[in-house]
């Protein structure tokens, strides 16, 4: 069993900066392809950004440029800082991680308003 936990969601500024943390346990960390979702009020939850074990990183187009993923294997962790958001970023984010099996926790509110 894989439990993960997210932190790091509040209430920024347009333009302002975050960082997402999501802290796994229960698993062999370095073997698992992680991932940031959200999802948004009255929308389906899509993905955000994908960091594979070997490295191989993915972004969704909206996010490209501002989003950067990150692993830690020692540390068993993967964030996701967020720079030059935009109202339209506002949504709860979710940690992923895959591995044969697709485990998710929490999910951490990030709201994006002036």
């Known amino acids: 069993q894989v439990q993960l936990v997210e932190s790091g969601g509040c209430l920024v500024q347009p333009g302002g900066s975050l960082r997402l943390s999501c802290a796994a346990s229960?698993?062999?960390?370095?073997?698992?392809?992680m991932g940031w979702y959200r999802q948004a009020p009255g929308k389906q939850r899509e993905s955000v950004a994908v960091?594979?074990?070997?490295?191989?990183?993915t972004y969704a187009d909206s996010v490209k440029g501002r989003f950067t993923v990150s692993r830690d294997n020692a540390k068993n962790t993967v964030s996701l800082q967020m720079n030059s958001l935009k109202p339209e970023d506002t949504a709860v984010y979710y940690c992923?991680?895959?591995?044969?099996?697709?485990?998710w926790g929490q999910g951490t509110q990030v709201t994006v308003s002036s």
């Open positions: 960091i594979h074990s070997g490295g191989t990183i």
């Open positions: 992923n991680a895959r591995y044969i099996t697709a485990y």
């Open positions: 229960g698993t062999i960390f370095s073997l698992y392809t």
